[in-house]
């Protein structure tokens, strides 16, 4: 449960796939314009998923579905791409680094 | 009274939005036909060079080491003939406030913003520049708020543009995140009203002239350092703010002979406003996706006339593939010992292969690096590539299929560059400018695309006879 003042993250549909503009690709016309935005809560209590409005960084109020409370980044470095320590040796030995055999 | 918000309504103001969200009325130099006022709109923003150098200098942004890429050039002449292979540099725009040459834009707009007494700044966009318009708004006492596309509608988002919202947000903006399509305008125009914050728009006059410093500051160091201005200039093409302010800062120093080179990643196939497409890609920004149409059709971003206009500008424009690009980026790592990119080293790649047509003692220049980070770097990149059913395999760049494969050099005397037609571009822009005129193009009209496209009198003509329209 989120409480007022909790730093949240919510979503909402701004354009429902049928009201939006006809000059777009067939696959992209057939889902919802999208958005996400964080902000602090106003509701006194709210769970995920209900229908909550907050204030942004830039004082600014939204409202929109509930998604997260205190949301968090998980992008990375990624997992090991093998290639890339193929492209390291070929260069290294293309250039002699640690001098001429 | 308050305001429909419909998307109709928005749409149906976006012309007195904009104008009251730039200080600044665009039908001031319009001619009422296909023809404005560019070179007046530029002196507009009323800011000399030595003023942006100046404003810019205030923020920690300009300026930048131009490094040279000695082991690259080494690289670079073992695959050209004997007596070839120019001495690469690179301006490392990554040591810029934010981490890439966007900061020069953001700089030149936030002042102007400032000085007009805007209480914030907004600006669309999934780049460096939502970045650097947070950075400067933070130095310069203002709130900021950057739209940005970063997801499909599975809400799966693009690894290195995450990395940027969380920057944007690290530097205290506010980032509203969208899905893929072009009703982003909608909703930054809405904010935009709602707000009444200054549109920090990537192709106002003001962020162009900030991007001119950074040519003049590459024609003044070759000039002091190897006493001439470099043969050729490589910039990576997306919306032309780079080519056009590059060239424009080298033609105010002088160096008016130096060969100005876009390069974009080719993703011909990948439709931009797709869903299903929008992960499919493994670079967001300096491809074909943008870089054409931005050349061959300007004005369609979020300002009635937008101040980049490439096409003036480039003397080439070539392609580079996503492979190429990431191979670079690895051996800019392995070889100069600088962590940067990836997209920002498109311009590197192909200058990796253009360095090769000329000879050992000309100066070739790629205009800038950018900071790199989570979600921003070869390996996650290509790791969610891998993730989105993308072959990434070792062989000839000139088998990639954009959305298909990322094929990796299999040595770098691989490295290709293709060049895109610039008549068909030219061509294309003047097709595309037809439809402002009310009745036949005037003589200030045929005058003005002559300009646009860098060409002449004579092949505008042969181009609208081509179209059948009357002048």
Known sequence: ?101 | MTLAKDYNSVMGRSAEIMKASLGLDFNDFESGSVAFDYEGLMEATGYTIEEIDRIQSRTGVGHTQLLELRNITKLARKYAKPGYGARIFAKDEAANASGSFKDRRAACAVAHAKKLGYKGVIAATSGNYGAAVASQAAMQGMKCIIVQECYDSKGVGQPEIVEKARKCEALGAEVIQLTVGPELFYEHLSVMEDSGYFNASLYSPFGIAGVETLGYEIAQDCKEKFGKFPEMVVCTQAGGGMVTGTARGLIKAGATDTQVVAASIDLTGLHMASDVQFNKKSCTTGHTGFGVPHATNPDTGDVPRSAARPLRYMDRYVTTTQGEVMYMTEMLANLEGIERGPAGNTALAAAFVLAQGLPEDAILVVTETEYTGAGKHIQPQLDFARENGIEIVFGDPKDDVPGKNIVLPANPGLFKVSDIDLDKLRKSLIKRSVPRATGKLTAADIAFLAEDTRSDEAFVKAALDELGVEY
Do not use: C
Request: aromatic share 8%; proline share 4%; charged share 35%.
């Open chain 1, 1 to 101: 449960m989120a409480k007022k003042g909790d730093w949240v993250r919510i979503h909402k549909v701004v354009l429902p796939a049928a009201e939006r503009t006809a000059k777009i690709p067939d696959d992209t016309k057939q889902v919802d314009f999208e958005m996400w935005v964080k902000g602090t809560l106003q509701n006194e209590t709210a769970e995920i998923g209900d229908e909550v409005t907050i204030i942004t960084a830039t004082d600014r109020e939204e409202t929109g579905k509930l998604l997260e409370v205190n949301p968090y980044y998980t992008h990375s470095y990624g997992k090991f791409v093998p290639e890339i320590v193929e492209i390291d040796k070929q260069l290294r030995e293309i250039m002699q680094f640690g001098g001429e055999e």
